[in-house]
């Protein structure tokens, strides 16, 4: 099985993936308009008309407490006319601390704030997929 891993954000949008279904790697940050959410759509389509995913795996920012803000209801939506318009099934993934967790990383293997601006987004990408992945070997 083939996965992805997307980190959505209002200007960018983090991709990672898997071929093995075991380790999740970076691949990229796709840039669209602020709040251009149709044109990232697009763009993801193409992408994945060439990696053919079997699954993708969407980052999901609940609130600290659990529950679904405006932020999260994008990324629902989102994803539902994703596995609509692609027919790959799409699931969520709880990323709170996910971008935080890989600033702290990149932080601590002393990445410059300049290179660290332009990879955020694929290591949290990255870090959605992982937790997805390793949730499938806790099953």
Same mark, same amino acid.
């Given at each position: 099985?083939?996965?992805?891993?997307?980190?959505?954000?209002?200007?960018?949008?983090?991709?990672?993936?898997?071929?093995?279904?075991?380790?999740?790697?970076?691949?990229?940050?796709?840039?669209?308009?602020? =709040?251009?959410?149709?044109?990232?759509?697009?763009? %993801?389509?193409?992408?994945? #008309?060439? /990696? @053919?995913?079997?699954? &993708?795996?969407?980052?999901?920012?609940?609130?600290?407490?659990? =529950?679904?803000?405006?932020?999260?209801?994008?990324? %629902?939506?989102?994803?539902? #006319?994703? /596995? @609509?318009?692609?027919? &790959?099934?799409?699931?969520?993934?709880?990323?709170?601390?996910?971008?935080?967790?890989?600033?702290?990383?990149?932080?601590?293997?002393?990445?410059?704030?300049?290179?660290?601006?332009?990879? &955020?987004?694929?290591?949290?990408?990255?870090?959605?997929?992982?937790?997805?992945?390793?949730?499938?070997?806790?099953?």
């Amino acid at each position: 099985m083939k996965y992805i891993g997307l980190d959505l954000g209002s200007v960018t949008c983090g991709i990672s993936k898997s071929d093995t279904g075991k380790i999740a790697q970076p691949v990229k940050t796709m840039r669209f308009k602020p =709040d251009d959410y149709n044109a990232c759509f697009d763009m %993801l389509l193409d992408y994945f #008309e060439v /990696e @053919k995913p079997d699954v &993708i795996v969407l980052g999901l920012p609940l609130l600290e407490n659990g =529950d679904v803000g405006p932020r999260a209801q994008l990324c %629902l939506d989102f994803g539902e #006319e994703l /596995e @609509k318009e692609s027919g &790959i099934k799409v699931v969520m993934q709880d990323e709170r601390c996910t971008t935080k967790d890989s600033l702290e990383f990149l932080i601590s293997i002393d990445m410059s704030r300049k290179k660290r601006k332009k990879i &955020i987004d694929q290591q949290a990408a990255v870090r959605i997929l992982q937790y997805y992945l390793d949730g499938l070997k806790n099953k």
